[in-house]
C-alpha cells in the first residue's frame, strides 16, 4: 500500500505590497489600485512523513471564496495516495461540479493540486522541473513591477536600468491609457533610454477596443516589442486572432482565462505568438499541462503570468525557449528567493517547487482551518487559526452613526438601506 495523506491544511493570507499599482483597469475606472495580493495555501502531510506545499491566488476580491471552496472539499484527500493526482483532481471536481470547471471553484482546487505535484517531486528527490522532463536549467525572465501607470516616466526608466543590472532579461512597462498618445510617449521614451537590444513589451490590461489595439500596434510595429499583451477583452479570441493576422509584433494574452477550453479557444484560433497561462488561475498544474501540450503542438511560446516560484518549473519544463514574468510580490511570503543572472531565472536545486513559509508569514494570515491528525501535536479539524495582533475582519463597509453596522454591508446608511456598491474615484 502506497502513502497515504494524513492531514490537509488551508491558510488565506493577505500579503500587503510595498506601494499600490495601477494598470490599465484603474486608469479606465475600473478597478482600485492593487495594494495586495491574497494568497490560498495548501499545506499536505503523508503518513511517511512528506510535506507538500501548493498555494492560489486572488487580485483583488474572490481569495475568501477560494478558501471556503477548499474548506468545504478538501476533507476527501485525506486517507488518500497523494501520487494518485488525477484521481484526487478528478474527485475535488466532481465534489463541486455544481459550481463549475472554472473560476473560483478550481482555483482553490489549484492549491491542492500544487501541493499534490511537491510533494511528488519531494518523494522522488527531484525539483519539479526535472520530475516533468526539463529542458534547461534556466529561463528568460523579464520585469513587469517597474512599469506601472503610477509610476512617471522618469521612475519607470530608472526602475528599468535597476532590473536590468540585477540580471533580468527584459523589461514590460504598462500601457491601455484613455490617452493612448501618452501611452506612445511613455513607451516611446523607454525604448529609447534603453536602446534597441533591451527585450521590451507592452501590456495594455485588455482596455483598447479592436480598432484602437489595430492603431497602436501599426503605431509601434518599429519599437521591436517582443509582444503586445492583452490588447483587448480576455474573452475576445477573435478580435486576438484578427490583431495577431494584421501585426507583425505578436499577440500575447490568457493571464486572466480559468479554464483549459477558454486558453484551447485561442490556439485553435491562431490569436496569440505567446499565450499566457497562469497556474492558479486556471486550477492547478494538471490542468496546466494539457494546455501546454497543445501550446507546444500549435508552435506556440508561452509566457507564463506571475507567480513566478511556481512558474520557473513550468517554463523549463516547456520545449520551447520562453519567458517568466518577475514580480517579487510574494516573495515575502517564502523562505527561499530565486537566483536571477544574465537575464535568466534559475531552476531551484532543491527537491519539489523548493519553497517553504516564511516564519514571519503568520503575521498575514486571516484564516486556516485543518484536516486530520498532525503527529506531535493535537488536531483542530474545523477551527480558525487566529491571527495575531488584530481583530477579526468582520467584513463590514463604512460607518453606520449611532448603531453598529451590519456584517457584510456596504456603503452609509441614511434613512433606508443602500443597495449600491461604491468604488471610490482613486484612480491612478
Ligand atoms: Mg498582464
Redesign the pocket.
Known amino acids: 500500500m502506497g502513502d497515504r495523506v494524513a492531514s490537509v491544511r488551508f491558510g488565506h493570507y493577505a500579503v500587503p505590497l510595498a506601494h499600490p499599482v495601477s ?1 490599465a483597469k484603474v486608469a479606465t475606472g475600473r478597478q482600485r489600485p492593487l495594494s495586495q495580493i491574497d494568497v490560498l495555501t495548501c499545506e499536505i502531510t503523508t503518513d511517511d512523513g512528506l510535506e507538500g506545499l501548493g498555494f492560489s491566488y486572488t487580485t483583488r476580491a474572490g481569495c475568501r471564496a477560494q478558501f471556503a471552496h477548499a474548506k468545504e472539499v478538501g476533507e476527501i484527500l485525506l486517507g488518500r495516495d497523494p501520487s494518485d493526482i488525477g484521481r484526487l483532481y478528478d474527485g475535488l471536481l466532481w465534489a463541486g461540479a455544481s459550481v463549475g470547471r472554472s473560476g473560483v471553484a478550481t482555483q482553490a482546487l489549484a492549491a491542492v493540486d500544487v501541493a499534490l505535484w511537491d510533494l511528488k517531486a519531494k518523494r522522488a528527490g527531484l525539483p519539479l522541473a526535472k520530475l516533468l522532463g526539463s529542458y534547461r536549467d534556466s529561463v528568460r525572465t523579464y520585469n ?1 513591477s517597474g512599469g506601472y501607470l503610477q509610476a512617471p516616466v522618469e521612475e519607470v526608466k530608472e526602475r528599468a536600468r535597476q532590473s536590468l543590472s540585477e540580471g533580468i532579461g527584459g523589461i514590460k512597462i504598462k500601457v491601455g491609457q484613455p490617452d493612448t498618445r501618452e501611452d506612445l510617449r511613455r513607451l516611446t521614451a523607454v525604448r529609447e533610454h534603453l536602446g534597441d537590444d533591451v527585450p521590451l513589451m507592452v ?1 495594455a ?1 485588455q482596455q483598447w477596443d479592436r480598432a484602437t489595439a489595430l492603431r497602436f500596434g501599426r503605431a509601434v510595429e518599429e519599437l521591436g516589442l517582443v509582444w503586445i ?2 490588447p483587448l477583452d480576455a474573452y475576445d479570441a477573435e478580435g486576438h486572432a484578427q490583431l495577431a493576422a494584421a501585426l507583425g509584433t505578436p499577440i500575447a494574452t490568457g ?1 486572466m482565462l480559468s479554464s483549459v477550453p477558454d486558453l484551447v479557444r485561442l490556439i485553435d484560433l491562431r490569436a496569440v505568438g505567446f499565450l ?1 497561462p497562469d497556474v492558479p488561475r486556471v486550477g492547478g498544474i494538471t490542468p496546466y499541462l494539457k494546455v501546454a501540450a497543445l501550446a507546444d503542438h500549435a508552435q506556440l511560446q508561452v509566457a507564463l ?1 506571475f507567480v513566478m516560484e511556481i512558474h520557473v518549473h513550468l517554463a523549463a519544463a516547456y520545449p520551447r525557449e520562453s519567458w517568466v514574468e518577475h514580480i517579487e510580490w510574494l516573495s515575502p511570503l517564502f523562505e527561499e528567493r530565486l537566483e536571477i543572472e544574465g537575464g535568466r531565472m534559475r531552476v531551484p536545486d532543491r527537491p519539489g517547487l523548493g519553497l517553504s513559509l516564511a516564519a514571519a508569514a503568520g503575521a498575514w494570515r486571516l484564516d486556516q482551518v485543518e484536516f486530520g491528525a498532525v503527529a506531535g501535536r493535537e488536531s483542530d479539524p474545523g477551527e480558525f487559526g487566529a491571527v495575531a495582533g488584530r481583530e477579526p475582519d468582520p467584513g463590514e463597509f463604512g460607518e453606520v452613526a449611532g448603531r453598529r453596522s451590519d456584517r457584510g454591508e456596504f456603503g452609509e446608511v441614511a434613512g433606508g438601506r443602500s443597495g449600491r456598491v461604491e468604488f471610490r474615484a482613486d484612480a491612478g
Open positions: 494598470d513587469t501590456d490590461n499583451e492583452e493571464e499566457q503570468h
